[in-house]
């Protein structure tokens, strides 16, 4: 008996969006597989690449309690996926002027005193789709260490996953953002060569350079950009480890 062939159809899997099954492409990401059941992203829809934070997405997926979290454009579908896409999570978020403070933890503390009712439980670091060791930061904004929190959090994209699993409702990546804004504008050292950049760019040294450049012609562009200094090519070689390269 021959096997009947398999069409299209049989290749795809059935996923739920608020509510409603379409059948897609096992291959593809929640984001693309949205499309390819005819919706046009307006919202919850950025870079594509996993970095702007727009898609964070809630989803459940057949015989398992577990609510789930994760990225549209980076999360790839799974048979039977129930999901909801949310492009922003109303997460509370105070106003200060960076100007007016000093860089210190008892400014974070008093602009969100619920630091402290964090529980330890790393809900916050098993939904973050950056694997930031978000409760780590917690911990450091709680101690005051606002340098460490920018460190820690230097990858957020502030899809606000963290807060949403968060049973103390917490605001983590709001907390993250603003220890990142204290450190840049008061704890780490100034950096001189900018300084020195922005009073020549102030003082009209790059004036004639940039009129003679908006007045060039797209071939003319074409040439310049062609003629650019460039850095030498890396070898093979130089991608290898160190130890590996002699081998
Ligand atoms: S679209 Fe930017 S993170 Fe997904």
């Known amino acids: 008996m021959t096997k009947p062939s398999e069409t299209t159809e049989d290749l795809l899997v059935p996923i739920f969006f608020m509510g409603k099954r379409y059948d897609v492409p096992p291959s593809l990401t929640i984001q693309k597989a949205l499309e390819y059941a005819g919706y046009q992203h307006i919202r919850g829809c950025g870079c594509r690449g996993g970095v702007c934070g727009a898609c964070g997405t809630v989803f459940r997926i057949p015989d398992s309690y577990k609510l789930q979290v994760g990225l549209a454009c980076q999360t790839v579908v799974q048979p039977g996926m129930h999901l909801m896409i949310m492009p922003y999570y109303p997460g509370n978020r105070s106003s200060f002027d960076i100007e007016e403070m ?55 994209i502030m899809c606000g ?78 991608w290898k480890p160190a130890d590996a390269r002699y081998v």
């Open 102 to 156: 000093n860089g210190t933890g008892g400014e974070v503390a008093s602009l969100y005193p619920e630091i402290f009712k964090c529980i330890g439980c790393n809900a916050c670091s098993q939904g973050c789709p950056m694997d930031i060791d978000v409760m780590h930061y917690m911990a450091q904004a709680i101690r005051g260490d606002i340098a460490g929190v920018a460190e820690t959090s230097f990858d957020c």
């Open 161 to 238: 996953l963290c807060a949403s699993r968060c049973p103390a409702e917490e605001v983590q990546f709001n907390i993250a953002i603003l220890a990142r804004r204290l450190n840049a504008r008061h704890i780490i050292r100034r950096a001189e060569h900018l300084e020195e950049r922005v009073k020549e760019i102030n003082n009209g040294k790059f004036e004639i350079p940039l009129r003679d450049l908006m007045s060039k012609s797209k071939e003319g562009l074409k040439e310049l950009y062609k003629s650019r200094e460039t850095e030498p090519q890396m070898s093979e070689d130089d």
